[in-house]
């Protein structure tokens, strides 16, 4: 952790900050978590929000990238390797889901377990830790909305998710509803990646979380 943070302070970095309404994304994980839990794997909300960030990465290729600093060059990654942050009793470990764009919101969460399981256990495989091109830290799951994440060299983008809160907004009609809230803090090397790039794809996966129907059209 000190070498790659150490790496990333030379990174300047830039926020952009979202809410999403989750109700929709809610009951397709009650209705996944079913169907899960019978081929014996545990189904959060997370392999959802990692499929559509690889959905919206298909759209915005140049955040799955790194930056050549010493050449100044982009180079654009095929696999959208995501790194998810945990927190175990050892510390901060980020391996990644490999190829989430060949893969199943079912195949995410069966690799998500793996990778609990061995990183709880402080047994995360050296292929799991490298090679990951982008990353996200749900940090809601311990608490808290808004995080500043910090990029993880030598990929140009990251997102940090808040913790679902149920919060008074108006409807169409200007009435006060009960809706289902969290936050995302995404944080992109400015050096190449532009806000309006960052906020269409931050766009673009909200999307598909709010409305699930568009994300089961957009998938492979
Ligand atoms: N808001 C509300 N509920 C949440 C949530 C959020 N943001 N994130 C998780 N939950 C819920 C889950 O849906 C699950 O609910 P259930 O008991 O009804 O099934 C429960 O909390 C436990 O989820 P968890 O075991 O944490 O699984 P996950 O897939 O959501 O997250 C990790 C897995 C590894 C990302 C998570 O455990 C973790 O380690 N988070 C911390 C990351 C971190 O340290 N970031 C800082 C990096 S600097």
Redesign the pocket.
């Known amino acids: 952790m000190v070498k790659t943070m150490t790496q990333a302070n030379s990174i300047p970095h830039f926020g952009y900050c979202d809410e999403i309404v989750a109700d929709r994304m809610m009951d397709l994980r009650r209705d996944l978590k079913k169907v899960a839990e019978a081929r014996g794997i545990?189904m959060?909300?997370?392999p959802i929000i990692i499929k559509a960030i690889s959905l919206a990465l298909k759209q915005y290729p140049v955040l799955n990238a790194s930056f050549d600093e010493a050449k100044g060059v982009m180079i654009y990654k095929g696999s959208h390797n995501i790194g998810?942050?945990?927190?175990t009793p050892n510390g901060?470990v980020v391996p990644n889901i490999k190829n989430v764009q060949a893969k199943s919101i079912f195949d995410v969460a069966s690799d998500?377990n793996r990778l609990?399981a061995a990183a709880v256990k402080a047994a995360v495989a050296r292929e799991d830790l490298s090679g990951g091109t982008f990353s996200l830290?749900?940090?809601?799951?311990?608490g808290g909305t808004y995080a500043s994440?910090v990029i993880v060299p030598p990929e140009v983008a990251i997102g940090a998710?808040?913790?679902?809160q149920k919060l008074p907004r108006f409807d169409q009609e200007g009435k006060v509803i009960p809706v289902h809230i969290?936050n995302v803090s995404w944080s992109a090397d400015h050096r190449v990646i532009d806000g309006a790039t960052m906020a269409n794809f931050s766009n673009l996966w909200k999307k598909y979380l709010e409305d699930p129907v568009s994300m089961v059209m957009d998938m492979r």
Not at 84 to 87: E, G, L, N, R
Not at 137 to 142: A, K, L, Q
Not at 161 to 164: A, F, L, S, Y
């Open positions: 545990k959060t909300l997370m998810i942050a945990m927190d901060l998500l609990h830290s749900n940090i809601g799951s311990i994440p998710i808040g913790r679902i969290f």
